[in-house]
């Protein structure tokens, strides 16, 4: 099983859309069984598939870090024969303030995320365990980076982007200290369009030499914000938008020869 975090401290770089269609074209493309988490407070993930989730009645990633869930199983929402989804609350709000506040009735579990990676990979549950992380280190993103194989960054080229990437450049780098498992950290361009800012900011970034770049870039499209606002992924709503033919092949470059061989 491959365990991806889909990091970046900045917000609003395609994050929760690259989940979602991460997931999407592994699940129905690829035949892959794969098990979304959601770590973000803001819950677009679980809203994106549960409109109506009820936090304050269904179990979510925050009951299996404050411990009072004690199986992923019981927070895990199955959405399709292939695809589940371990949902989240406003809750993870509440959970980084007892990380912060150090109390001994208010523990965090911050290896919550490396138990549930084992017992799926022990269960042979899942192809890919999927974790779409906030904007920013709160406990949940750490969990979710100490329980990662691969990171992937969607970037967005501007000045802003390129400053919040070098702050996460330097904390994976102290987080590969203590998660020895990460052998991939690379960055995905997304919402890239033809422009010469763009472009020589992507020339910028693939010439620095010490970053880790996949060669397909994620186009924009309106149709992305539309597929979002019909609750589908693109590859569903719009199969032959740009943004739908780049994710695919995105996702084949990631399974490299995994795809070559299926
Ligand atoms: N390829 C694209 N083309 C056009 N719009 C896009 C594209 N990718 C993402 N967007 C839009 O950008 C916005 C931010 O996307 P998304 O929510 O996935 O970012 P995020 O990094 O998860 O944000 P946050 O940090 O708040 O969790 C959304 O409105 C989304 O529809
Ligand atoms: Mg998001």
């Given at each position: 099983?491959?365990?991806?975090?889909?990091?970046?401290?900045?917000?609003?770089v395609?994050?929760?859309?690259?989940?979602?269609?991460?997931?999407?074209i592994?699940?129905?493309?690829?035949?892959?069984?794969?098990?979304?988490?959601?770590?973000?407070?803001q819950?677009?993930?679980?809203?994106f598939?549960?409109p109506?989730?009820?936090?304050?009645?269904?179990?979510?990633?925050?009951?299996?870090?404050?411990?009072?869930?004690?199986?992923?199983?019981?927070?895990?929402?199955?959405?399709?024969?292939?695809?589940?989804?371990i949902?989240?609350?406003?809750?993870?709000?509440?959970?980084?303030?007892?990380?912060?506040?150090?109390?001994?009735?208010?523990?965090?579990?911050?290896?919550?995320?490396?138990?549930?990676?084992?017992?799926?990979?022990?269960?042979?549950?899942?192809?890919?365990f999927?974790?779409?992380?906030p904007p920013?280190?709160?406990?949940?993103?750490?969990?979710?980076?100490?329980?990662?194989?691969?990171?992937?960054?969607?970037?967005?080229?501007?000045?802003?982007?390129?400053?919040?990437?070098?702050?996460?450049?330097?904390q994976?780098?102290?987080?590969?200290?203590?998660?020895?498992?990460?052998?991939?950290?690379?960055?995905?361009?997304t919402q890239?369009?033809?422009?010469?800012?763009?472009?020589?900011?992507?020339?910028?970034?693939?010439?620095?030499?010490?970053?880790?770049?996949?060669?397909?870039v994620?186009?924009?499209?309106?149709?992305?914000?539309?597929?979002?606002i019909?609750?589908?992924?693109?590859?569903?709503?719009?199969?032959?938008?740009?943004?739908?033919?780049?994710?695919?092949?995105?996702v084949?470059?990631?399974l490299?020869?995994?795809?070559?061989?299926?």
């Amino acid at each position: 099983m491959r365990t991806i975090a889909i990091m970046n401290n900045k917000g609003g770089v395609g994050k929760t859309v690259t989940a979602i269609n991460l997931a999407d074209i592994l699940t129905r493309e690829h035949g892959k069984r794969v098990v979304l988490g959601d770590c973000d407070g803001q819950c677009n993930l679980t809203q994106f598939y549960v409109p109506d989730f009820d936090t304050s009645e269904d179990a979510s990633l925050d009951t299996l870090m404050c411990g009072l869930a004690s199986c992923y199983e019981e927070v895990l929402l199955p959405l399709t024969d292939k695809l589940s989804l371990i949902p989240a609350s406003d809750g993870l709000y509440d959970v980084d303030i007892s990380a912060l506040d150090g109390k001994e009735d208010h523990t965090v579990d911050m290896r919550c995320l490396i138990d549930i990676r084992d017992n799926l990979i022990e269960d042979e549950a899942a192809d890919f365990f999927i974790l779409d992380c906030p904007p920013g280190f709160t406990a949940s993103a750490v969990s979710a980076l100490l329980a990662a194989d691969e990171v992937v960054i969607p970037l967005t080229i501007d000045g802003f982007s390129f400053r919040g990437m070098a702050a996460l450049l330097r904390q994976l780098a102290s987080m590969r200290k203590s998660n020895w498992r990460l052998k991939r950290a690379a960055v995905l361009i997304t919402q890239y369009r033809n422009a010469d800012v763009v472009s020589q900011g992507e020339q910028l970034l693939r010439s620095n030499g010490k970053i880790d770049i996949y060669k397909q870039v994620i186009r924009r499209t309106d149709k992305v914000p539309e597929s979002t606002i019909d609750g589908s992924p693109i590859w569903q709503y719009s199969p032959g938008s740009a943004a739908a033919r780049d994710y695919r092949a995105w996702v084949r470059e990631l399974l490299g020869e995994e795809a070559a061989h299926e």
